[in-house]
């Protein structure tokens, strides 16, 4: 069956029901279009995973600051619809914002804590929208499971959260990070980059990675594995680092040492001209008795 576009909320819901209705699990990729490889591998997981994938393309006004690219975002419907189609997409639902958000628009989800830091405080808002319109697709397209990209970690954990305490009855399923030979993440915004930035685009998967050989070979501490990054992230003298931190994994708690077998996540935002790019990697702290000794009596 040829995919098929849906733009408004009710037959897109009505859909939903009529899967449901027949025993078909549903599986949502919530996406702002301009597809690539690192969203056409989330819609395959959903294939995996479900009997009918709706992908759904939407820039969403709410979750872009008053300085950022909303009307730039690039946008390419009838490129979207052959991806989504030929890597196993059931339906594409493409609202307009005024299907979304009616006038005097006024309800949103608001997280504490884990919404203050890193992306969360260089834009404010931003996660208030990125939770709200989740929500909002959720309820629209009834998924069993929304596959989010690693890419935006900590937008996954956001989900997770809002999801398990609004009791949303769906399973968040987070696929890997998907990227370009040189190790650049793969994004919509890649488009914006000239020439020169995109040659040194991939220094931030190398920094990622300075960071985590450091890690294998006995690193603990925090702002060490921070300073790590950052002076691989400075060999690119026109880079404006944002953060390039690491933090636990689970909750994006910052301790002075991270601990043998603790999941941490490495996150770095910066500019590269006037593109914003962000990365990511995790890793579980080794298990080494010797090493963790060292680091706890001498190393700090
Ligand atoms: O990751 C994105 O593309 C967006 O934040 C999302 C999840 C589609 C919400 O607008």
């Known amino acids: 069956m040829p995919i098929e576009l849906i733009e408004t909320v009710g037959r897109m ?31 395959q997981k959903g294939r995996e995973l479900a009997d009918a994938v709706v992908t759904t393309l939407f820039v969403n006004p709410t979750q872009f600051g008053p300085n950022e690219d909303f009307e730039r975002y690039p946008r390419d419907l009838d490129r979207d619809l052959e991806m989504a189609e030929e890597n196993g997409s059931d339906y594409l639902f493409h609202p307009g914002v005024t ?29 208030n929208g990125v939770a709200t319109v989740c929500a909002k697709l959720f309820n629209i397209t009834k998924p069993h499971y929304a596959i989010f990209g690693q890419k935006d970690y900590q937008q996954t954990l956001v989900v997770k959260k809002f999801v398990r305490e609004l009791n949303f009855d769906l399973d968040i399923v987070v696929a890997p990070i998907v990227r370009e030979s040189d190790g650049l993440a793969m994004s919509s915004r890649n488009t914006y980059l000239n020439d020169d ?14 960071a985590r050989k450091e890690i294998v070979k006995g690193e603990r501490r925090r702002t060490t594995i921070n300073g790590i990054m950052h002076n691989v992230l400075r060999s690119v003298p026109s880079i404006k680092i944002d953060y390039a931190s690491s933090a636990d994994a689970e ?24 593109t914003r790019l962000i990365d990511n990697s995790i890793i579980t702290i080794p298990e080494d008795p010797s090493v963790r000794r060292y680091d706890f009596k001498e190393g700090l």
């Open 251 to 274: 909750n994006l708690g910052e301790p002075e040492v991270f601990l043998d077998g603790e999941r941490i996540v490495l996150m770095i935002a910066c500019y590269l001209g006037r």
């Open 197 to 210: 930035d995109r040659r040194d685009a991939g220094i931030l998967f190398a920094a990622l990675e300075e």
């Open 13 to 43: 819901q009505a859909i939903a029901d009529e899967l449901r209705a027949d025993g078909k699990k549903i599986a949502v990729v919530p996406t702002m279009g301009f597809l690539h490889r690192g969203h056409t591998s989330l819609m």
């Open 99 to 127: 299907e979304m958000y009616q006038d005097n628009y006024s309800t949103f989800i608001m997280l504490k804590g884990i919404t203050d830091k890193f992306e969360g405080r260089i834009r404010p808002k931003h996660f």
